[in-house]
């Protein structure tokens, strides 16, 4: 169900995309390469991996950015795009300590938009990994597909968990 237990993020960029995403702004060109170095370096961790669909995780509060880098990113591989869908709001994860608290804010949270037929291999895209959650609860709704994350940063957590 869920391949990557840690997903590869695209840190070197992560000045640049955090004023991007805060500014209202696309992702910068540099991240959208690196993701597709990343995702085609022959002796990476998506090595020998062909995707059936790309998929990206509803924002909390960040409007299209994750929704328009997949759909970059999506064009760019020549995939076809599934953006999940929030049918209830959530607070950002970042805003829990727990893992128990982060896992129940985002139970049941998505959805998978009409008429999507569930691919057999997904690249599932978002922007931050904190605790991997949110991830996991999209893994959860797309099986039996096996499902690979990607995110633009990982946050680091000074001194709690």
């Known amino acids: 169900m869920y391949e990557a237990l840690r997903t590869p993020a695209l840190r070197r960029h992560d000045k640049q995309r955090t004023r991007a995403k805060y500014g209202g702004l696309p992702a910068p060109r540099e991240v959208l390469d690196a993701a597709c170095s990343a995702?085609?370096?022959?002796?990476g961790v998506f090595a020998g991996i062909s995707f059936d669909a790309l998929c990206s995780m509803p924002s909390t509060r960040s409007g299209r950015f994750v929704a328009d880098f997949a759909a970059s990113l999506a064009a760019a591989l020549e995939l076809p795009l599934i953006e999940l869908e929030k049918h209830r709001e959530t607070r950002q994860q970042k805003n829990f300590r727990s893992r128990l608290l982060?896992?129940?804010n985002v139970q049941g949270a998505f959805r998978l938009?009409?008429?999507?037929?569930i691919p057999t291999r997904v690249l599932l895209i978002d922007d931050v990994w904190d605790s991997g959650e949110s991830m996991k609860e999209a893994a959860r709704l797309?099986?039996?597909?096996q499902v690979f994350p990607?995110?633009?940063a990982k946050t680091r957590h000074i001194g709690g968990t």
Not at 113 to 117: C, E, I, L, N
Not at 142 to 145: D, G, H
């Open 113 to 117: 938009p009409p008429d999507v037929s």
């Open 39 to 43: 995702l085609r370096d022959p002796d």
């Open 142 to 145: 797309l099986r039996p597909a």
């Open 102 to 104: 982060k896992q129940r």
């Open 150 to 152: 990607l995110t633009m």
